[in-house]
């Protein structure tokens, strides 16, 4: 694993985004204060929409390079091998959902298959520690709106820190309703300047930590077991 180029290409994708965010915001420079206001509507729009791209690319650029690896599910933490499975535990809620991890002919009375299923993941719990950490990328799921509760917890499924300023996480829920009244046509007040430089400072604080925390994430190799983390650096 190349930390240098795990890095650069984080920042290379907020860089772009952050310069269209700058030339957008510098072109009401020359707007009177009104004008000023209903034209930061759509800076609102832009900002939650790069947000939300740079967040998805970052998890995802993370899983990426956490597959890459080929590690195994017995060195892995445990929140990725719980993502690696994640069809699984799916199929363990739910009895008519088709995996091929229960491959054994199950009983007929349907009162029985949750607890057939429930013996088998048991069984075959060893089948899944002498697999690879494989996850999908249907485990990062944005809900289509990415409120600071999603935030967390896409953070926290792939074990990485979570917790967000309760500043932040205010400004981050403000920026996202604001940015779907303004979609369904629900406001069209403007945005003042200050209530903007809130959700853009909050904006740059968690995209600033989450590159942060996803490169010391593969620099300090914590997505192992922490009796692994050295043993095989």
């Known amino acids: 694993m190349d930390i240098d180029v795990f890095r650069a290409e984080l920042e290379q994708d907020w860089d772009w985004r952050l310069d269209e965010l700058k030339l957008l915001k510098n072109l009401s420079s020359p707007l009177d204060d009104h004008r000023a206001d209903i034209y930061r509507r759509s800076l609102v729009v832009f900002l939650y929409a790069h947000f939300e791209g740079f967040f998805q690319f970052a998890l995802m650029h993370y899983i990426k390079t956490i597959n890459d690896q080929d590690i195994s599910c017995s060195q892995a933490n445990n929140h990725l091998v719980t993502a690696?499975?994640?069809?699984?535990?799916?199929?363990?809620?739910?009895?008519?959902?088709?995996?091929?991890?229960?491959?054994?002919?199950?009983?007929?009375?349907?009162?029985?298959?949750?607890?057939f299923r429930e013996i088998q993941f048991i069984e075959n719990s060893a089948?899944?520690?002498?697999?690879?950490?494989?996850?999908?990328?249907?485990?990062?799921?944005?809900?289509?709106?990415?409120?600071?509760?999603?935030?967390?917890?896409?953070?926290?499924?792939?074990?990485?820190?979570?917790?967000?300023?309760?500043?932040?996480?205010?400004?981050?829920?403000?920026?996202?309703?604001?940015?779907?009244?303004?979609?369904?046509?629900?406001?069209?007040?403007?945005?003042?300047?200050?209530?903007?430089?809130?959700?853009?400072?909050?904006?740059?604080?968690?995209?600033?930590?989450?590159?942060?925390?996803?490169?010391?994430?593969?620099?300090?190799?914590?997505?192992?077991?922490?009796?692994?983390?050295?043993?095989?650096a």
Do not use: W
């Not at 959902?97 to 009983?107: E, L, M, N, Y």
């Open 84 to 115: 690696t499975i994640n069809e699984v535990f799916k199929a363990l809620r739910d009895d008519s959902a088709k995996c091929s991890f229960f491959r054994a002919h199950a009983p007929d009375d349907s009162k029985l298959h949750r607890t």
């Open 127 to 232: 089948e899944i520690f002498s697999s690879k950490v494989h996850i999908k990328s249907g485990s990062v799921d944005l809900e289509s709106n990415l409120s600071p509760i999603v935030v967390k917890k896409n953070l926290y499924k792939l074990g990485l820190p979570y917790e967000l300023d309760k500043e932040i996480e205010t400004n981050l829920n403000k920026l996202l309703g604001i940015r779907n009244k303004i979609a369904h046509g629900e406001r069209r007040d403007g945005v003042s300047q200050s209530e903007y430089e809130g959700f853009e400072s909050a904006v740059l604080q968690t995209v600033s930590q989450t590159m942060v925390d996803l490169t010391k994430a593969c620099t300090d190799r914590l997505f192992l077991k922490e009796e692994f983390r050295y043993a095989s």
